[in-house]
């Protein structure tokens, strides 16, 4: 398949955040603000839009907005506001393809971070209200079997380890301390994320292995939406 003219990220995206790390203040992000827009901003536009034809063979209910404010790149800006930690801009770029009836971090959505050494990318849910998560835990409880299928998957297990996520200390409320899942029942977040050395996203091949990883996901994705009742694809 054809890298959809990303040519992968420039070399000066990786030195810039490394340089990030050792710089983490205003003067320094203000000197280098048209090399971030230049070298990190516009470049990741550019796969963002290079991963939509192909976000949408997957499903096209995810959202691959290229947009360089308000769409699927996040904001390198931090929120310091009840923070220890001051330091004003995050070490990382992170883009989020969301689900279109979600608008923030907790929806469903498939998701790439890259810091200067290490880069990992998958999907899943991140920190839902509990009623959505209950409504996955039941699904769960509900499709013993689907479950156990999407994870011992060949494809996905070619990526991923396995379903990660914080877990509660006890079982939930209301739910089997003996269920042969009990280990995801107790997670308040559900997803799966594959790590690389950040090197791999300055190739031309990057955008291919990306594509590879969220269709082997796409199964995970799938059973979430559908504990959601949310749509996987709009013609279905």
Request: include cysteine; hydrophobic fraction near 35%; charged fraction near 25%.
């Given at each position: ?18 340089q ?17 827009r ?8 550019e ?28 904001r ?12 004003p ?10 689900h ?47 479950w ?6 060949k494809k ?21 301390p003996?269920?042969?899942?009990l ?34 996901l ?7 939406t ?10 279905e």
């Amino acid at each position: 398949m054809p890298s959809q003219g990303f040519p992968g990220l420039p070399q000066d995206a990786i030195t810039f955040l490394r340089q990030l790390t050792r710089n983490n203040n205003r003067d320094w992000f203000n000197a280098n603000k048209e090399r971030y827009r230049a070298s990190v901003v516009q470049p990741m536009c550019e796969l963002i839009t290079a991963m939509a034809p192909r976000l949408a063979r997957i499903s096209n209910c995810f959202i691959a907005d290229p947009r360089p404010n308000g769409g699927s790149l996040f904001r390198i800006y931090r929120d310091t506001r009840f923070a220890h930690d001051k330091t004003p801009y995050k070490e990382n770029i992170g883009c989020h393809f969301r689900h279109r009836a979600g608008k923030d971090a907790h929806a469903p959505g498939f998701y790439l971070h890259i810091e200067a050494k290490h880069t990992f990318y998958g999907g899943g849910i991140w920190m839902p209200p509990t009623p959505v998560l209950n409504r996955i835990r039941d699904t769960i409880v509900d499709n013993p079997q689907e479950w156990s299928r999407i994870k011992q998957n060949k494809k996905f297990r070619k990526y991923f380890d396995g379903i990660s996520g914080d877990q509660l200390q006890r079982p939930p409320r209301g739910y089997d301390p003996g269920h042969e899942h009990l280990e995801d029942l107790r997670r308040k977040s559900l997803f799966a994320m594959h790590t690389v050395a950040t090197v791999q996203v300055t190739t031309p091949q990057f955008i291919k292995e990306l594509d590879a990883a969220f269709t082997a996901l796409s199964p995970m994705m799938r059973f979430i939406t559908y504990a959601l009742d949310l749509p996987y694809n709009l013609e279905e």
